[in-house]
């Protein structure tokens, strides 16, 4: 009886649900303000020189660009407290 489970559970962690570029902004945004968590969307910035990030809200959902994870953090809490 053991070894179905212990084959189901290999099995399972190696099953990877696709995430975006910043998972770990993703699930701070999750975890920090879960009623915008499925209306802000986190793509890579690219040809940025350090970080930035840019801003805007195609079809009403929150897009934010950035160079890496720390500038989509910035620009995540730049938006929550100027918007």
Known sequence: MRTPIIALVIVLSAVRLPAGPYPGIEGLA??????LANKVRFETLPGAAGDAFELSTPGGRLLIRAS??????????WYLKYS
């Open 68 to 77: 890496g994870a720390n500038a989509a953090a910035v620009g995540l809490g």
């Open 30 to 35: 999750a975890r920090r303000v879960p009623w």
